[in-house]
């Protein structure tokens, strides 16, 4: 180790970039306008992420909305809790095949991913019992390309085995994350090691939450907005990260299993997926140094520190505020608050939601006023999806799997959709900036 840090300096200045260079050759630094708008790469029919209107070159500002296959997704949540049914399950199937199931096909769609909950022969005790590992999304991943093994037309690219191998990814997921934690509980944690039979009767939020409890034992309410978060979960436009990495691997012509891998790398990132444990922690900070919750200007003045980087993890970010794409309003945000509410009313939280709200409502103009800017920002779904799953007894190491097993309906109909429509490995440039040197002959150095 004493050689690697003697380089680590080395590093530092071999692989430093002048910012200016980055205005003066007009690089989109993170596929970004000048704007902050994303640099348009290609085309979907899948989700739209609409936050703001673009005028004479500039950003404006309006109230977010998400639709999946043109449908606002509000519409989807608010007929399927009239209708007292889950919903994550006509999700998967709209997000896959392009249209609404009716009663019939939804039924036998919903058994097809239940009959696919189970893992191959021997799977559950090779590929993760005997190499459990301390982190869930690494675990996903290996699990994921495992099965690459245990399939018998791993490399037949066809959509009608790619739509197979889709479905049977998206059945597994929960079935791998409790196992995974469940293993990672017994071998570092040194807990009983407890593996509950499936239920093919459930739904993937029941379902869940019966892998995950001990007991088994969960209440309606519980699954229905465990149900909610992964259908707010599942899709979000071709150009969020996790996505695009899929959209990326999958254009060079590789297979299933590798393109989902790729997705997960990207979404175990704490600037993606993990933001949701970040808001629980930063929470856990502000109850430990704020002395009144209910002051604001207690925690404004902590919420300030955190700003100036000198608090909590001192990154300088409120975490659950602002996002790439909406401005006055996340509509999954809003959606998740409504049913946290009655949920903290359930589990005895109200003065811990409440505090929520007010970081939601001081937050944005507090982070204009430390950076001398003004933004519309608004909050997004990660502040309150952490809070869902804790009143839900998740841990916290199974937050970003939970996108995950959301998020993967989505990536499957990217990975369709690039087959089908793309046709073209992407290939961005890259300037290179390093002047030209002359070989030094090893004697001379």
Known sequence: MNIVSDYVQGLVDTYHID???????????????????????????????????????EKQAVPGKLFYRGI???????????????????????????????ADKLTRFSKLISENRMLPPGFAEDAI??????????????????????????????????????????????????????????????????????????STAETILSLMRRDQQFSRFEAEILDLALILHAEHGGGNNSTFAVHLVTSAAT?????????????????????NCKVVGMIEAIKHNVKHLDNEQELRAYLIKILKRQAYD??????????????????????LREKAAELAVEKNAVEEFELYRMIEKIGPALINEVRGSKKDICANVDLYSGFVYKMLD???????????VSRLAGWCAHRLEEIIAGGRIFRPAYKCVQKHQKYIKINNR
């Not at 989807?76 to 249209?99: H, Q, T």
């Not at 299993?257 to 990207?266: D, F, H, K, M």
């Not at 659950?320 to 999954?332: I, K, Q």
């Open 19 to 57: 910012a200016s260079l980055y205005s003066k050759y007009d690089v989109k630094q993170g596929l970004r306008n000048s704007n902050n708008s994303g640099v348009l790469v290609g085309l979907t029919r899948i989700g739209e992420v609409h936050g703001y209107m673009i005028s004479e070159n």
């Open 72 to 102: 606002d997704v509000e519409d989807i949540v608010v007929n399927a809790f009239s209708e007292k049914r889950f919903g994550f399950e006509e999700i998967i199937y709209l997000l896959l095949f392009g249209d609404l199931p009716n």
């Open 129 to 202: 019992m005997r190499m459990p590992s301390r982190d869930i999304m690494n675990m996903l991943s290996r699990s994921v390309l495992a099965l690459y093994s245990y399939d018998h037309e791993p490399e037949n690219y066809s959509i009608g085995n790619t739509l197979r191998q889709c479905i049977e990814l998206i059945a597994r997921f929960p079935t791998i994350m409790a196992y995974a934690y469940r293993s990672k509980r017994h071998y570092f944690n040194k807990s009983s090691l407890i593996i509950h039979q499936l239920n093919t009767e459930y």
């Open 255 to 275: 297979d299933t299993y590798s393109a989902i891998s790729a997705g997960l790398a990207s979404l175990k990132g704490a600037k993606h997926g993990g933001a």
């Open 314 to 335: 001192k990154s300088g970010i409120i975490y659950g505020l602002g996002h790439a794409v909406y401005t006055l309003s996340d509509p999954r945000a809003i959606m």
């Open 394 to 404: 998740i841990p916290t190491e199974l937050y970003t799997p939970l996108f995950a």
